[in-house]
């Protein structure tokens, strides 16, 4: 499976710019989209899944136009949107029933092992019986992920993978999305938390503003922060100083003052050690380049 997305551009009615000249490859695996809140992670999810057109630009999924090829693409495709809401009055193990045979699944006993199957992987069986409008929060959260890969998509989409889940359903979940990424399937992960990109992310991208700032693999993108990552010992004015001029990224009482964690170039301060950059250090070094357009 390959996608390819050129020079994509979305600007809104209202004239707003939402995505700049996009362009990336995605290739099997599971792909990471990072980017803060209003970076354009859902106008493109939008675009990808056909529910939009871009203002300008091409996607092509293994070769065919995103555009032209409308009704093969979209069966290929599995998405789970940011607020995935129904309204119903089906049971649980209907409604995902339902959305088996519109994926495709038309033998009866196939949907029906299909459907316990998946009512299972998400924890749902003992609730089956449930109308899904009944459901809690967190149990609709997972209803969405099982008709979003009940027809066992090439293609899977999904915009904020952890929001209403609870730690442990977090877990199953990754779980279930890196089983499935050993098969020759796509799966992109749109977020704004950095712990959503997992360590079975091949390859990731930035986007900022409708830009992206960086596409590669999460120990490139951790490589490039090495020597811009400190552990500063300090109080006071010191402390109020650094607030102003570094991105803080945790800040720990120490002895006599804080033990502060930063991203910034040419720190000009005592007391600093140099520490290994993680995949958040990361992503705040980046979103400072970005907006700040300072050079590594
Ligand atoms: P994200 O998913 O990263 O939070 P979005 O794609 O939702 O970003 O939004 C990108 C930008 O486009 C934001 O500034 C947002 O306000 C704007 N935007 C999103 N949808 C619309 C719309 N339908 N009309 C006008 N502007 C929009």
Redesign the pocket.
């Known amino acids: 499976m390959k996608i390819r997305i050129e020079n994509l551009d979305k600007i809104?009615k209202?004239g707003?710019r939402?995505l700049f000249n996009v362009n990336l490859e995605i290739e099997n695996g599971m792909f990471g989209l990072l980017?803060p809140?209003?970076?354009?992670?859902?106008?493109l999810m939008r675009i990808l899944v056909t529910l939009m057109k871009p203002t300008d630009g091409v996607v092509s999924v293994n070769g065919f136009d995103l555009q032209k090829n409308r009704g093969e693409i979209r069966r290929m495709l599995g998405y789970l949107p940011q607020d995935f809401r129904f309204f119903t009055k089906l049971k649980t193990w209907e409604f995902l029933s339902y959305a088996a045979g519109l994926s495709g699944i038309s033998n009866k006993k196939e949907r029906s092992e299909k459907v316990d199957e998946w009512l299972d992987k998400v924890g749902l069986f003992d609730v089956r019986d449930r109308s899904a409008n009944k459901l809690s929060g967190g149990m609709k959260r997972r209803l969405g992920i099982a008709q979003a890969l009940i027809g066992d998509p090439q293609i899977i989409i999904v915009d904020e993978p952890t929001t209403g889940l609870d730690p442990e359903e977090r877990i199953r979940f990754r779980n279930i999305l890196s089983e499935l990424s050993q098969k020759d399937v796509i799966i992109i992960l749109s977020t704004h938390i950095v712990g959503d990109i997992s360590s079975v992310c091949k390859d990731l991208a930035l986007l900022n503003k409708g830009e992206v700032g960086f596409k590669g693999s999460p120990e490139e993108l951790i490589n490039k922060t090495k020597g811009h990552v400190w552990q500063v010992t300090t109080s006071g004015f010191e402390y109020e100083m650094l607030k102003e001029k570094y991105a803080i990224i945790s800040t720990i009482p120490a002895e006599d003052g804080w033990e502060v964690q930063l991203v910034g170039d040419k720190l000009d301060v005592k007391n600093k050690v140099e520490i290994e950059p993680n995949l958040e250090h990361a992503y705040v070094y980046f979103m400072e380049y970005l907006t700040n357009k300072n050079s590594f």
């Open positions: 809104y209202n707003k939402a980017g809140n209003g970076a354009g992670k859902s106008s």
